[in-house]
């Protein structure tokens, strides 16, 4: 850190010209330039970065890298310089997540980078940049301009010698043709790759390859395994795994290895083999993965789902639907939780404090992006704070100061979770197959069933977007009663059994009330307690089941509610008043912040003490910009991404407020959005409503809710069972789209 | 103001306009050979003429000056294209997915000619995959899918890999002349059969889904590189009397393995052919039996595969 850079480096000029930046450097070596995103063996991070660093701290490379990105924005200020352009090549490349959030501006930054270097002769950078190119338009799926680009690319490598570069580039191609389905030309380019890459010799010590040579090695070996076996050269995949398990490192990550071992186990026809690999890459990645926060996961998911997707399949295939379960739990880990007699080191604690104040600066700064209804602003502070999440979880966990995690293996979790599953209780677990069925686990007596909807994955998401307008609109059930009958069908001799259900919908169901489909005639709530998950894996964690907020000893609770903020022009909700009465009434002491007194530090005050907390106002939720997910407190928003921070959350929280729900849900990830921050974080039980709804719907809900807890010994989801039966028994609110908004989630 | 069918309106976010800008312009500048020419305010285009045009060139001038005359085509349908998917072009039509369509099927028709005279004028195969595979074709239906199959499957074995040529082949459906795709399937399971990778063959073998043959002649016809030794010449005259007696016994299936075989192991030929679809006609399989007679017919017109 902060070394000199080397000689003939883009940045000298930069860093001749800003003797006194507010960035530090972070130099490599030479070894540097085995990763193909950096075009020189350092690159720029913001002083406040390194600040807190001392002897004793972690830092790691992709933090590293992630912090990059910060350096961007001043070093644009001098306008189009090769240092510019080396630097966005870090940001970006080093950042997947990040890449990924935003394809089209990865290819526009990227087409900067490219114009930064053109015409000076730097072939190494030029080259490198087209690679990354190609990267960026196969992410869009550009294919005809990714395969020009990697072309482009290959051609400058070639003439820089650039040997990292072009087996990059192979790699590459052979992974764009795979996703096309042109496995033969995958094999072509792979195999290119492994013979540019013999011609390497290791760069780290004792001629050992180094971190970024591991990493390409692997991604060679990956795609040949890969392709060879889609292709159906069993033989030679086989060959070439053999070698891959021979070279294969430390450093190496296990996931890819087991995920191609399994698949070609499959297509040598020895299942079993191959989902006990696939089990095994899986805890590889989810069981001792360092990074465990929420954005890294949803990265993982997202590419994991064909592997994820696979295994459940093959799972199901050989009668196994406990181990399905199994990895579905797998998939979802809790974000790290902040231990409480958890010492951290005084650089941690700076570092820690560093991202908090970061965070209140995102907040700030996304505050006048939702005034000025900025959507591509609050666009890149959605990725922006996703990147902050990770970095202060990554801290969190390096440095020892989270709780440890639950490391079950994919087994231990098939057995646990039906186990889990008390007497009366039934869990269930709906999803898409492969081919467009909709399945169900049905998890219940120690067991796993395995079941199917009637109506096809099509047919279920045209039912679910007819049954979401109707409740939106409080107009016409038969969307929800056709797609409840269907949903309830196959589970209805475990359904006369249960007194409380819990329901884990992933893709089109992900927000149909289930607490409303009919059954036996009546909604499923009359007949038994429905709470949503977010995924399976809460069911892993005991503790916490069956208890009442009134659990031996005084709850405190917190009320906020703003009844219009200072900074919108919104309708008033004339009802909060109310509501704020009904809360009273359980909680005597309940501290009261109304309007002007629920300012958004004054409520984040309060998750410090409170055990309870009711936030009441207007709420907002989009899906692309889940992160800023937030509830309009008098003088400015609170969002999902200030709340996924809190050291310490209420155990129960009441979420007042439109869309206060709705969350944007990855295959078997806890989801992105105002009620899963809470969760998240640690909060037990959210009640939140699952669309837009009528503030008087909303009062009489609560008041419901709030009457029903005063009575000892009545769990959350007890009362908000008997509220949403109280409104449903009101003629003016007995349309689903009213009562039916209000969702449990949790397991309290 | 009305709209110009395939023309453009720029509306919008503001910012994902001005974005998509500055990408159209990035991209020309690192991807097109003449990227300061903006590109072209409609998507009107007459792909036909062209394709007419690039033919009588390469009759009277040969497959190279048909090449030259297109890529520089292509590389205006190429921006086209990339336009459209910007939503900077095209726009203006009500269907507009229809419209993307229509450019991309376009550009991929032009693209495979050009590869087709590329491989007649000797281009390197690796630079004529490369086009073929920058056309993006795969989802523009089965004629177009089989028909860059094909071409792929060509450069494929100039690049010495049949094995991947016979693997490219039995996965894609079979286009206009199931005949001809049986042939070149033969053709590369020879020549892989040839290098040596016999244990390939019997690898694509065990797929059962042999897409491009859906009679099941190609993987019957396969399977002797597997499950038989090349004939010698003295095991090829004994067929005759293999042959006479089975016809005496009327053992049609001795009769269709020999068939089988010879049209397997011995140069292209109609009259294997014919003998062939005959036999399977006996057999009872007259969708193979078809399939070998039309075979029979391409041979006699064009020759053997060189």
């Known amino acids: ?748 | 103001m009305a709209a110009v069918p395939g023309g453009f309106t720029v509306r919008g976010d503001a910012f994902y306009v001005r974005e998509s800008l500055t990408i159209e312009a990035g991209l020309a500048r690192a991807l097109d050979e003449e990227p300061d020419e903006p590109f072209h305010e409609s998507t009107q285009a007459d792909v036909t003429s062209v394709c007419d045009q690039a033919d009588d060139l390469a009759a009277n001038d040969g497959p190279e000056a048909a090449r030259k005359f297109l890529l520089p085509q292509l590389q205006q349908y190429k921006r086209w294209v990339r336009s459209v998917d910007l939503g900077l072009a095209g726009n203006d039509e009500e269907d507009s997915v229809r419209v993307a369509t229509g450019m991309r099927g376009n550009l991929a028709a032009l693209s495979l000619r050009a590869a087709l005279y590329g491989l007649r004028a000797g281009a390197p195969p690796e630079q004529v995959a490369s086009e073929i595979l920058a056309a993006d074709a795969l989802e523009l239906g089965e004629a177009v899918e089989s028909a860059t199959a094909q071409i792929l499957a060509q450069c494929l074995r100039i690049q010495g890999r049949p094995d991947l040529a016979l693997s490219l082949l039995v996965r894609s459906p079979t286009g206009e002349s199931p005949a001809q795709h049986v042939r070149t399937v033969l053709d590369v399971a020879r020549r892989t059969y040839a290098i040596g990778h016999v244990r390939r063959v019997e690898e694509l073998l065990t797929l059962t889904d042999w897409r491009g043959d859906p009679t099941g002649l190609e993987k019957d016809l396969t399977t002797r590189l597997v499950t038989e030794h090349e004939p010698s010449q003295v095991e090829l005259a004994a067929r005759v009397d293999a042959r006479r007696q089975a016809f005496d016994n009327g053992d049609w299936a001795t009769l269709r393995d020999l068939a089988l075989s010879d049209v397997m192991w011995l140069a292209e030929d109609p009259h294997l052919w014919m003998a062939l679809s005959v036999i399977l006609k006996i057999n009872g399989a007259v969708d193979q039996a078809q399939l070998a007679h039309d075979a029979a017919e391409i041979v006699a017109q064009q020759g053997a595969v060189s």
Request: hydrophobic fraction near 45%; charge should be negative; charged fraction near 20%.
């Open chain 1, 1 to 748: 850190v902060n070394a000199m850079p080397e000689q003939n480096s883009v940045y000298d000029e930069y860093l001749t010209a800003h003797p006194e930046g507010d960035f530090a450097v972070i130099n490599l070596g030479p070894a540097a330039l085995t990763y193909v995103h950096l075009v020189e063996p350092e690159f720029l991070v913001p002083a406040a970065y390194v600040k807190g660093v001392q002897v004793d701290s972690t830092m790691t490379l992709h933090m590293a890298m992630a912090s990059a990105w910060e350096v961007l924005e001043p070093m644009s200020q001098d306008g189009l310089t090769a240092a510019l352009g080396a630097q966005i090549l870090v940001s970006m490349g080093g950042n997947p997540q990040r890449a990924a959030a935003s394809p089209r501006r990865h290819v526009r930054l990227v087409l900067t980078a490219l114009d930064a270097f053109r015409g000076l002769g730097l072939l190494r950078h030029e080259g490198r940049a087209y690679v990354e190119l190609g990267r960026a338009l196969a992410n869009l799926r550009w294919v005809g301009d990714a395969v020009n680009a990697f072309e482009r690319g290959r051609l400058l490598l070639t003439q820089a010698g650039d040997l990292h570069g072009l087996c990059a580039v192979s790699g590459r191609l052979a992974l764009l043709m795979a996703r096309l389905g042109l496995y033969e030309q995958a094999v072509l380019y792979a195999d290119e790759g492994q013979r540019i890459r013999d011609r390497l010799t290791g760069s780290g010590a004792h001629g050992q390859p180094t971190q970024g040579e591991t990493y390409l090695i692997d991604f060679l070996h990956h795609e040949r395994v890969r392709a060879l076996t889609r292709v159906g050269f069993v033989d030679e995949a086989e060959t070439v795994l053999d070698s891959w398990n021979h070279e294969s490192s430390d450093l190496a990550d296990r996931f890819d290895r087991l995920a191609a071992t399994a698949d070609l186990r499959i297509r040598q026809n020895r299942g079993a083999e191959g989902l006990d690999a696939f089990m095994r890459a899986i805890e590889a990645r989810f069981m001792d993965l360092d990074v465990g926060s929420l954005p890294g996961r949803t990265y993982y998911l997202e590419n994991s789902v064909r592997v994820f997707g696979t295994a459940i399949g093959l799972a199901l295939s050989l009668g196994r639907p406990d181990l399905a379960v199994g990895v579905l739990a797998a998939m979802s880990t809790r974000r790290p939780t902040r231990s409480a007699n958890g010492s951290l080191s005084p650089s941690v604690t700076e570092a820690l404090r560093a991202a908090d104040t970061e965070v209140s600066e995102l907040a700030r700064l996304a505050t006048g992006a939702t005034v000025a209804r900025d959507h591509a602003r609050l666009f890149a502070y959605n990725d922006r704070a996703r990147i902050l999440l990770e970095t202060r979880d990554t801290l969190l966990h390096e440095a020892g100061g989270c709780v440890p995690r639950d490391r079950s293996t994919v087994e231990e979790l098939a057995t646990n979770i039906p186990r889990a599953v008390g007497p009366g209780e039934l869990a269930l677990f709906y999803g898409e197959s492969g081919d467009g069925e909709v399945i169900v686990l049905a998890i219940c007596d120690g067991g796993v069933r395995h079941l199917s909807l009637g109506p096809r994955a099509d047919e279920v998401a045209r039912l679910a977007d007819q049954a979401h307008d109707e409740c939106v609109t409080r107009s016409g059930v038969n969307g929800v009663r056709r797609l409840g009958e269907a949903v309830l069908a196959p589970v209805a001799d475990l359904l006369a059994k249960a007194s409380r259900v819990y329901v884990t919908a992933q893709g089109a169901l992900q927000d149909f009330p289930f607490h409303a489909a009919p059954f036996r005639g009546r909604p499923l709530v009359a007949s038994a307690e429905v709470r949503a998950l977010p995924s399976l894996a809460p069911l892993r964690f005991s503790g916490g089941l069956g208890e009442s907020v009134h659990d031996g000893h005084p709850m405190t609770a917190v009320l906020a509610a703003v009844r219009q903020p200072r900074y919108e022009l919104l309708p008033d909700l004339p009802a909060l008043k109310a509501e704020a009465a009904a809360v009273r009434e359980v909680f005597p002491t309940t501290t009261l912040l109304y309007d002007d007194e629920a300012t958004a530090a004054a409520v984040l005050h309060a998750f410090s003490f409170a055990d309870v907390l009711h936030l009441a106002g207007h709420a907002v939720f989009e899906p692309s910009q889940p992160n800023m997910a937030r509830i309009l407190l008098t003088d400015r928003p609170l969002f999902a991404f200030e709340v996924s921070c809190a050291t310490r959350v209420p155990r129960v929280v009441n979420l007042s407020g439109c869309r206060a729900g709705a969350e944007q849900r990855s295959l078997g990830g806890e989801g992105e959005g105002l009620a899963a921050a809470f969760l998240a974080a640690g909060t037990e039980t959210v009640v939140a409503p699952l669309w837009p709804v009528r503030d008087d719907a909303a009062l009489a809900f609560n008041e419901a809710l709030y009457r029903e807890l005063a009575r000892p010994g009545v769990e959350v989801s007890q009362g908000a069972r008997h509220a949403q039966l109280t409104l449903m028994a009101t003629p003016q609110f007995a349309h689903p789209g009213l009562w039916g908004a209000f969702s449990v989630l949790g397991r309290l």
